[in-house]
C-alpha cells in the first residue's frame, strides 16, 4: 500500500489535480449511424471500419460441426462494414435494449430476416469469438439476443444489419452493431474531426485518442491513427499535453507501470516523427493506478490531458 501511495505522489504532479480526477472520463463524440438510433440511455464506446469485405451474414443460430462454428443459414455480401459497440446503463435490462430495436426496425419498415434469444441462438462463446471477434460480448447465453435484418431504405442495393445484445457476468450490457453496406457506405462515422476531438480537450481537461490500439508494448496495430491527435496539436499550436497509457492485466504493478511507459514513449516518439514538436509532449505510462472510466472496457486506454 505504501508503494502505492507514493506512486501516486509521483504522478499527481504530472496529472494535476482537476485532469486526474477526470481522467477516463471522456471518449471521442460519435455521431449515430443514418441507419439506426442507439438505445436512449447508452453511449458508443468503440467504432470500426472495414473497407470492401466479403461478409457473411448469420442467419440462423449457431453450432460446432467439426470442430467449426457455422450457421444453418447466412447469406454472403461484400460491402463496407461499420462496427459499432454501445454500453447501456446498467438501470436496464437487454429485453428492454431488444425491444427498443425491434420497435425502431418496424417504424422503419426495416424487412426483418432472422431474429433468436436465450440458449436459442446458441453459444454466446461462438457469438463473441466465431462471429463477431470479439471477447468482449461474450456472457451467459440466457442473456443474449441477435438481429438480422435489411434496411429497406431506396438505396438501390439494400444495407444489411446485424445487431447482439448481450449482459455479461458482471451486468455490463453491450449491443454491437455491424452495418453491412453494399453499394458502399454512406456515412464514416468512425472518422472523428480533429475539431470535435480539440473541442472536447478544451471542454473537458481530457480525451480519449480514437483509434489506437498495441499488438505488442512497442508496436501498434496496422489500424491505429495518430493523426487525429497530431492534427489537433498542428490545429492549435499553443496546446501542450500528458500522453498518458492505462494498463490493466495480471503482471505485477511495477511491470504494468513499466510497460504502459513504454507505450506513452513510443507514441510520442511517433507524434515527433509526424512532426510535432517533443517538448509539448510529456509522456506518462500509470498502468492500473486510474481505472475508472466513464463507460466501457477501458482499462488499456490512450488518453491526451491538458497540461
Known sequence: MKKIVQLFGTLLPFLGVSAFAQLAGVSANYNDHPLFDRFPDSEIISVEFDEDVNYRLVLSSLQRTRGLVTPESSERLRGDVTKIIYEVSQEFTGEDVYNFFQQQLQERNYTDLFTCSGRGC???????NDIFGNRILYGPERNQYYLAVRA????ETS?????????RGNRRIYAYLEIIEVGGTTTRIDIIETNELLATLREQGSVIAPFLNFIADNQLTIESDLAPIANMLETDTSLNIYLVVHLGGSDSLDSLMARSLMRAELLKQQLQNLGIDGTRIIAQGVGPLAPICGTGNCQDRIEVVLR
Open 159 to 167: 444495407p444489411h444489419l446485424a445487431l447482439y445484445i448481450i449482459t
Open 152 to 155: 429497406d431504405n431506396g438505396l
Open 122 to 128: 446458441g453459444s454466446s462463446n461462438y457469438w463473441a
